[in-house]
């Protein structure tokens, strides 16, 4: 069996990772300085670009579901996911809902804050 040492580091890293991810998925770029990431520009095709995004979403869901983080923490992240996906997916309006709402920056945060409620891992914010 790990030792909780051990446990705290590994979601450490997945954390830092999924930190990654959604810099990369919400903010990569800038345009006319808003901040835009793959998920807005991916967002641009039609009924693909949403679907596409998700998944790194239920990676991270699953992720705290695994960690056994509180089920209205799941909740909210499954809120922003789905969110996300549902009015993205709308045109126009949705690519403008993608670049402001930043769903996956959200599932990040509270995994940051639920882990760091569990004590399990380091929870100070990302240095970018």
């Not at 051990?6 to 800038?30: G, P, V």
Request: proline share 5%; no cysteine.
């Amino acid at each position: 069996m790990p030792s909780i040492s051990s446990h705290a580091a590994d979601m450490a890293t997945e954390l830092r990772k999924f930190e990654r991810w959604s810099k990369a998925l919400d903010s990569r770029f800038s345009l006319f300085g808003l901040p835009v990431g793959w998920d807005s520009i991916l967002g641009l095709v039609p009924g693909v670009g949403d679907a596409v995004t998700v998944v790194p979403a239920a990676i991270m869901i699953n992720a705290g579901y695994r960690r056994g983080i509180r089920k209205r923490a799941l909740g909210r992240m499954v809120w922003n996911t789905g969110l996300d996906l549902t009015l993205g997916s709308v045109p126009l309006v949705g690519d403008l809902f993608d670049v402001a709402f930043k769903s996956h920056k959200k599932n990040v945060a509270v995994l940051r804050d639920e882990y760091g409620r569990m004590g399990l891992a380091d929870t100070a914010a990302p240095s970018t």
